[in-house]
């Protein structure tokens, strides 16, 4: 939002609270009682949440009608005397402003999981940017990322983008879009935030007013989501984002922001992010000069998405960018040169803006661009690349103020073409050393941005899980995940403090490998690291189950769980059920199953298949599910007599 536009958010603000302040028309008073009523019924905006296993609204869904189940959640909402508002049918949620007496009358629905408030999202841009030279964007060739070549889509989520456009592309051609609800046209313009946003990333290379960091007329889908005041809901970006998925979007920019989290936004950001959609958003424009570290604005805060703050053009951090542990990566956010709805800017169909609103889009469209040079990479892989490849501004290694670094184009395409997707010459993650339980491993050490791995197997029934990091000198930061090596960007558990002295307490012990990172964020030595739990009670030869809920993972991901068996057993069953998407099921006696090596894989379309093994011998048996195609919402049970 520009200086002018905000002098004239004040001034209005200013004429309401005037008008407000008037002498009452007595004339025109109302009762005393009827005034008092009408307070206690004011509305607000929730999200309200069904259970995913409610008969009454998930009958319809088990049978693959999630639009006949979301109908039926909209009539319960309604009878309660809720007005809805969105539909999230990923979700199985309903956005919808009732009072506050019928939203606790609903809350006691026995399908209602939870309801929260519906939080506001704003966009971010100040004042009324340039940086396609400081992202190496004119490095390196874009005609791979047009549309003509089949390069990656990118989805914006806006104010919409005024078309036609001298120097944008084309109508329901390279650009599509879609209207939130009363929003109007995604071609109409709802104030020059979105344009300009959408300028930053594919202005066209065509002799006219700008270019911006893909020139070469992208796929693009534009989602309208913000209201004529310049603002929308949580809900509103949940459904935004899943339409961004249903079009085929592969990166998501959302130059936007709030200070409130919400339960169902953070489960939305983490599923697309499982199905391997990248997404980007700005860091937000709250910073003080006067702190070391400022509040957390989401969405850029989830972790499943990539923060963005804003620098100057001598690649100095702006004022206003927060700073937090959640920034992951800067990009040019000052002074920002872009499109304008035509005839608007200051300099006819072209502006500047300032803000990490700026910042984001260059991210999403080096984003895009590396990933149409690398097409066979993941999301996953292009974030750690642009990560790995960040020009080190501020702080050695990664810090709350730049992340990373500023994002780098051409070094990011050069780095992914000499060591492959996985960073490392397309050789596989590195090796694990292996944690004994309740054994302390010492003297660690590694230089800044090195980093070592450690595994811990964790048997079904254990508890009391924890890592524990101590000792030495310099500044290592834990990392621990379930089933997978975490990166800097994924992760179950990070503390994330100054120092060795960090703690990892799992609350919700999983059977299987837990993966242990040690990274330096500055270099360390003499550092000690245990990893223990409390071993489970001596099943006596009897037979036994262990389970998972709720499971997801990317296409081609593996995730490993195991069981140990004792002696006598004569029947080993493994069923897996339930969730989206397709995984398959693979069951091994002794190691983990791979894609030729195991001992039961049914290897079905969908997500219902059993393994059923008679007489298994006692010891370690591994249940593992690799992704076929990305999935979501899978149950496993394993039961064993």
């Known amino acids: 939002m520009n200086k002018l536009s905000i002098l004239t958010l004040s001034a209005l603000a200013v004429s309401i609270s005037a008008a407000v302040a008037q002498p009452p028309d007595h004339s025109k008073a109302q009762p005393l009682q009827a005034v008092q009523q009408a307070d206690s019924v004011q509305s607000q905006r929730y999200i309200i949440k069904f259970k995913e296993n409610s008969k009454a609204v998930n009958k319809a869904n088990s049978r693959g009608r999630s639009e006949l189940a979301l109908a039926h959640a909209r009539s319960m909402v309604e009878k309660a005397g809720g007005k809805v508002k969105v539909s999230m049918r990923h979700n199985l949620a309903i956005a919808a402003e009732m009072s506050e007496k019928d939203k606790k009358r609903f809350e006691k629905n026995p399908n209602v999981e939870y309801i929260e408030v519906d939080q506001k999202r704003r966009f ?66 709802g104030g020059p935030h979105g344009t300009h946003v959408a300028g930053t990333i594919a202005a066209l290379n065509n002799g006219l007013g700008v270019r911006g960091v893909i020139g070469s007329n992208p796929n693009m889908h534009i989602v309208k989501v913000f209201n004529s005041s310049g603002w929308g809901y949580s809900s509103s970006l949940v459904a935004a984002i899943e339409t961004c998925a249903d079009n085929g979007s592969d990166v998501v920019n959302m130059s936007l922001g709030g200070g409130g989290s919400s339960q169902t936004e953070a489960n939305a950001m983490d599923n697309l992010f499982n199905q391997g959609v990248l997404l980007i958003a700005a860091a937000g424009n709250d910073g003080s000069a006067y702190s070391s570290t400022d509040a957390l604005s989401y969405p850029a805060s989830y972790n499943a998405v990539m923060s963005v703050a804003a620098l100057d053009s001598s690649k100095s951090l702006a004022s206003f960018s927060q700073k937090n542990s959640q920034v992951e990566i800067a990009a040019p956010g000052v002074d920002v040169l872009s499109t304008y709805p035509e005839g608007t800017g200051s300099q006819g169909n072209y502006g500047t803006m300032s803000g990490t609103s700026m910042a984001s889009p260059h991210v999403a469209g080096v984003a895009a661009l590396v990933w149409s040079h690398h097409p066979s990479c993941s999301a996953l892989q292009i974030r750690d690349a642009l990560n790995a490849t960040a020009e080190d501004l501020g702080s050695a290694g990664r810090d709350v103020r730049f992340g990373y670094g500023l994002v780098q184009t051409k070094d990011a395409v050069d780095y992914i073409t000499a060591n492959g997707c996985a960073g490392g010459g397309g050789q596989e993650p590195p090796a694990d050393n292996e944690l004994s339980n309740g054994a302390t491993v010492s003297n660690l050490a590694a230089s800044t941005g090195d980093a070592l791995y450690y595994t811990l197997d964790v048997p079904a029934g254990a508890t009391d899980l924890s890592f524990t990091m101590n000792g030495g000198s310099g500044d290592a930061d834990l990392y621990v995940r379930f089933g997978s090596q975490p990166t800097t960007s994924t992760y179950d558990c990070r503390p994330y403090l100054g120092g060795n002295t960090e703690t990892c307490t799992i609350s919700n012990v999983q059977a299987g490998t837990y993966h242990v990172m040690v990274r330096a964020y500055s270099s360390f030595s003499g550092v000690n690291l245990t990893g223990s739990f409390t071993e489970p009670t001596s099943g006596g030869g009897e037979g036994g189950s262990a389970s998972a809920t709720d499971l997801s993972g990317a296409t081609g991901s593996w995730t490993h769980y195991y069981v140990d068996l004792p002696a006598g057993m004569t029947t080993l069953n493994v069923t897996m059920s339930g969730g ?62």
């Open 580 to 641: 989206t998407g397709d995984a398959d099921l693979y069951v091994r006696q002794g190691s983990q199953p791979t894609e030729s090596s195991y001992d039961c894989r049914p290897y079905r379309s969908g997500n219902n298949e059993t393994c059923a093994i008679d007489n298994p011998g006692s010891g370690r048996w591994y249940v593992s599910l690799q992704g076929y195609q990305a999935y979501s919402g899978v149950d496993l049970l394993v039961e064993w007599q």
């Open 124 to 189: 971010m841009a100040q004042t009324v940017p340039y940086g396609i030279g400081m992202v190496q964007a004119d490095q390196v060739d874009d005609s791979v990322a047009s549309a003509a070549s089949g390069g990656k889509k990118i989805c914006v989520i806006d104010s919409g983008l005024d078309l036609p456009h001298e120097d944008m592309g084309t109508r329901f051609d390279t650009i599509n879009g879609t209207n939130d609800s009363g929003t109007g046209n995604w071609y109409d313009q």
